[in-house]
């Protein structure tokens, strides 16, 4: 059963910058493509940016293109989502989730899409 557990949240100025890990247990990390969710206080959790399993494809919702790159390390098991810049909006719980290759779409928007997720990390950017 793979397991996932992030790391690095933190409290941040406005226009700072800050980087979210990912690391998996518990099965082959390179039969899963990665996916980071963001969930603000009193918001429905939201896709941020997703990569193949191979670190050779990534998508980025249009909020984090240009601000956010988001990578891999299969050798270490870890996905890591580097922010620079970043806003007061961007305050949320940053959660990794993963789906199996060949199991469809590399990713999907919706949450409930995903079996595997992680406890999340807080991201706190003050204004």
């Known amino acids: 059963q793979l397991q996932l557990v992030e790391s690095g949240g933190g409290m941040v100025q406005a226009g700072g910058s800050l980087r979210v890990s990912c690391v998996a247990s518990?099965?082959?990390?390179?039969?899963?493509?990665i996916t980071w969710f963001r969930q603000a206080p009193g918001k429905e959790r939201e896709f941020v940016a997703a990569?193949?399993?191979?670190?050779?494809?990534?998508y980025y919702a249009d909020s984090a293109k240009g601000r956010f790159t988001i990578s891999r390390d299969n050798a270490k098991n870890t996905v890591t989502l580097q922010m620079l810049t970043l806003k007061p909006e961007d305050t949320a719980v940053y959660y990794c989730?993963?789906?199996?290759?060949?199991?469809?779409?590399?990713?999907?928007?919706?949450?409930?899409?995903?079996?595997?997720w992680g406890q999340g990390t807080q991201v706190t950017v003050s204004s």
């Open positions: 989730a993963a789906r199996p290759r060949g199991g469809g779409s590399l990713f999907y928007m919706e949450p409930s899409r995903y079996d595997y």
């Open positions: 518990g099965d082959t990390f390179s039969n899963y493509h």
């Open positions: 990569i193949s399993w191979s670190g050779t494809s990534t």
